[in-house]
């Protein structure tokens, strides 16, 4: 089996293409509208006229080092506490209210312009990548206002930033608050604090632009390019008919700005979201109650990269756009270059895909010629390391033609056979000795995924709740008193000596290892036909174990000389939902 992984990072150019330097820099413009700022000219400005890297300005300037996934309220407090302290003349920070269990919700306030930009973050609980992202911004801005180009912000802006809405879905990482509602869907009801203390904020302040910060589902892609997507940008619009008012246009030239800030660093990886009025939306009734709102979605974790480059793509963005607004430059961007991004769209990428083999599963009869894809389910807390014992999940995606998905892993399947994983029983109360990881795992290295516990009916009881309190190791095991419909596979009364398996124990060997006696060679020596019946029963399960949305947990076979024959096959690998087992 050929295994290949696709590096996005290398593919795309990502790190090929060196870093190019924002410059800040006043230039001459057209009068603007009345929601951008004056220009100055150049002669006015020339003290201005150096060139700042935001991309590396990001690590010099950190604030925050935990991961965005990681960073819990308690720590966000500890953090802003810290940060008013280094700079006390330059942030204000203040509780603007509470959340439904209580938790602090704090605003910042940088800069003395009369021109006021709302920033709120994590209005969902499980989308942080912006969170830190404010901080770090307001410890940018702080540390270096001396800077002629910052203290132009400074000075001709008011920074509002709300760094974590939802403390309380932030703390469980769920989307919803703490009354099980989505803030965000919450501009008309009002009833959630959170959703109160938001359109308060913005109805004591009248800020001229707002920055709704979010996260994606990390497999949004550009287009059907099949490229993931880094961010999605939207234009906020404020009624149904998408109307192109004077704000909407600025938040357009905003969303430009930002694809061109980006550009260098995520290549082709930037969309445009979905534009479609959203009636009970924050973002939709600020823009409506005039405030023009930019939507920034963090989504793809590229390979080789991390959350922190998240929080630092939304660092670049929302400075490169307050420079532009403070500079009155903001004029000059080209509202089609957001306009003309490809749509952000959910669908071609998949993480792992297996082309050009056979599937064999009950009901199917002989086997046939199939592609079959799957994601892996694993949260961002986890895969950014602070979740470690949270459970890796799968789901397949596609089976059959898949050509149209992109994946991350490619396995070339051709000429071997994926088969659902197989199931066994065991018998009696004294079975419990398997229900230990180390013997479990023997079990899934043979390709056993399932297994049948036949007990008593007066032991019932005991048995589930035994099942209830031990690691299973990923397979699905059950307690059960009727054996009519149990597999034909009969384990071992007792788990083998774990010396016996070595590293480089053949399929068969494993399988006999794991079996009652005598129970391999009858198996070895059937028929197709015959197979199904003793692998699936007489009377195959109506729903086939491999199919779109079931855990992806199967074997695959050198598909052997005469067919579908276990004794002329060799196992390939075996792979756990979603998870492949080592040693294989």
């Known amino acids: ?36 700022l004056e220009t100055e000219t150049e002669t006015e400005t020339g003290a201005e006229a150096e060139t700042i890297d935001l991309w590396s300005a990001w690590t010099e300037n950190r604030f925050v080092q935990t991961p965005a996934p990681c960073l819990k ?17 330059a942030i204000a920070l203040q509780e603007i209210g509470r959340s439904v269990q209580g938790r602090a919700i704090q605003m910042m306030t940088l800069g003395q312009g009369a021109h006021r930009v709302l920033l709120w973050s994590q209005m969902h609980g499980d989308e942080p990548s912006a969170t830190p992202a404010l901080l770090d911004i307001a410890h940018y801005l702080a540390a270096n206002s001396e800077r002629p180009e910052v203290a132009r912000i400074l000075s001709e802006l008011t ?78 619009t404020g009624d149904a008919d998408n109307t192109l008012t004077p704000g909407r246009l600025l938040a357009k030239k905003a969303c430009s700005a930002i694809v061109e800030a ?69 004029e000059g961007h080209d509202p089609e270059i957001y306009q003309n991004l490809p749509e952000d769209v959910l669908g071609p990428f998949t993480d792992v895909a297996l082309r050009g083999g056979s599937i064999w599963q009950p009901g199917s009869g002989e086997p046939y010629r199939s592609d079959l894809t799957f994601d892996v389910q694993r949260s961002d807390r986890q895969a950014a390391g602070c979740a470690p014992d949270e459970e890796i999940g799968s ?63 007066n032991r019932r009881a005991a048995a589930e709740l035994l099942l209830r309190e031990v690691d299973t190791a990923g397979l699905r095991v059950s307690a059960v008193t009727d054996g009519t419909n149990v597999p034909w596979l009969d384990l071992q009364d007792t788990p083998p000596a774990l010396a016996a398996l070595g590293a480089g124990a053949s399929w068969e060997d494993r399988l006999r290892l794991v079996l009652a006696p005598l129970a391999l060679d009858p198996l070895l020596a059937m028929s197709a ?10 009377v195959p399960p109506q729903t086939p174990p491999l199919r779109p949305g079931a855990v992806a947990s199967f074997l695959v076979l050198d598909a052997g000389s005469d067919g579908v024959s276990l004794g002329e096959s060799k196992l390939r690998s075996v792979w756990l939902n979603g998870q492949p087992i080592p040693g294989i």
């Open 73 to 89: 309220h308690e720590e966000l407090v500890t953090s802003l506490d810290a940060l008013h302290r280094r700079h006390p003349d």
């Open 395 to 457: 789901a397949i995606t596609e089976i059959g033609d898949g050509r149209r998905r992109v994946a991350s892993t490619e396995i070339d399947a051709a000429d071997q056979l994926i088969v659902p994983l197989l199931r066994g029983r065991i018998d009696g109360w004294e079975g419990s000795n398997w229900f230990q990881p180390q013997y479990l795992r023997v079990l899934a290295s043979a390709g056993i995924g399932e297994i049948a516990w036949m007990v008593p009916e």
């Open 262 to 330: 980006l550009a260098p660093y995520r290549p082709g990886g930037m969309a445009r979201y979905d534009e479609t009025w959203s009636p009970r939306s924050f973002g939709d009734n600020i823009t409506a109650w005039g405030t023009p709102v930019v939507l920034i979605e963090s989504g793809a974790v590229l390979p080789g990269t991390s959350f922190d480059e998240l929080t630092r793509l939304n660092f670049v963005a929302i400075l490169t756009v307050l420079h532009d607004l403070a500079h009155g430059t903001l």
């Open 159 to 236: 920074l509002l930033m709300i760094p974590m809405l939802n403390p309380d879905g932030a703390e469980v990482y769920q989307r919803r608050n703490a009354q099980v509602i989505d803030v965000n869907r919450d501009a008309l009801n009002l009833a959630t604090p959170e959703g109160r203390i938001l359109e308060r904020i913005r109805k004591q302040y009248e800020p001229m632009l707002g920055f709704n910060l979010h996260d994606q589902n990390r497999r949004h892609t550009v287009g059907e390019t099949g490229v993931l997507a880094s961010n999605a940008l939207l234009a906020v």
């Open 529 to 538: 036909a015959d197979l199904q019946v003793a692998l699936w029963g007489e």
């Open 1 to 36: 089996m050929k295994i290949k992984t696709l590096s996005l990072g290398s593919s795309l150019g990502l790190l090929l293409i060196p870093a190019l330097a924002l410059s800040f820099t006043s230039t001459l413009g057209a009068q603007a509208s009345n929601l951008t």
